[in-house]
């Protein structure tokens, strides 16, 4: 168990809906990732948020969108969707930002989405 | 762009020692992660190398050679379990210090 939790586990919506994704990071962690893995393909690095601002974007889409609160548990966004969007999301969290030592993110467990 | 090389896939025999290589572009190197990924699974952190040399850590090592922008994960004793993707990523600093992801090696091990 890396102390990273994800909800919810599964989801199932259709076409053209919204879906939110939650996840909390580790206790004291302060950086909070999140990362999209379609199937037997890599992680697709899609935003960084470090004590609720963004940090730093990856191949993230106009239709996807995140945020960081106060409490530091982060929220994906995920509109307009579409077959493609399916795939595994998974947060990660680590102590500080990317470049000081060490740095390395753990992972929650994932939510499996499903677009039908 | 950084692009990190890692071979698709591996198979191996239980009992025996796999290597896993991973080459990267060495400018702006900043670190290299090693992470095990079972299928369905999150990936789990396995080592950390940001000085050349040899990180041990029980049945698994991982080496890095900055110069030479190549790093290899070494696995003995190899058991069933081990079956897996194992994930290479480093970190530049010219991007931000974001990880890169290398695509994942699947291992394959075999009774």
């Known amino acids: 168990d890396s102390g990273v939790t994800q909800t919810p586990k599964h989801l199932i919506t259709a076409t053209g809906q919204r879906v939110t994704l939650r996840c909390s990071p580790r206790?004291?962690?302060?950086?909070v990732y999140w990362y999209q893995q379609s199937l037997d393909q890599g992680l697709q690095f899609l935003i960084q948020y470090y004590n609720g601002e963004e940090r730093a974007k990856g191949n993230i889409l106009e239709r996807f969108s995140a945020q960081q609160f106060p409490d530091l548990h982060s929220e994906l966004n995920l509109s307009s969707l579409e077959l493609g969007d399916s795939a595994l999301y998974f947060c990660a969290s680590s102590v500080g930002l990317a470049g000081r030592r060490g740095g390395e993110q753990y992972f929650g467990p994932g939510t499996r989405l499903t677009v039908t | 762009g950084q692009n990190i090389d890692q071979p698709t896939e591996m198979t191996a025999t239980e009992g025996a020692i796999v290597q896993i290589n991973c080459t990267y572009q060495t400018s702006g190197f900043n670190g290299l992660f090693w992470y095990q990924q079972h299928a369905g699974e999150a990936p789990t952190f396995l080592s950390y190398?940001?000085l050349d040399g040899l990180e041990e850590k029980g049945r698994f090592s991982s080496f890095l050679s900055r110069s030479k922008g190549y790093s290899y994960l070494l696995l003995k004793e190899l058991q069933m379990k081990d079956s897996a993707s194992y994930l290479c990523a480093v970190r530049f600093m010219d991007s931000n210090y974001q990880l890169i992801w290398g695509a994942g090696t699947k291992l394959i091990i075999k009774p």
């Open positions: 190398n940001v």
């Open positions: 206790s004291g962690d302060l950086s």
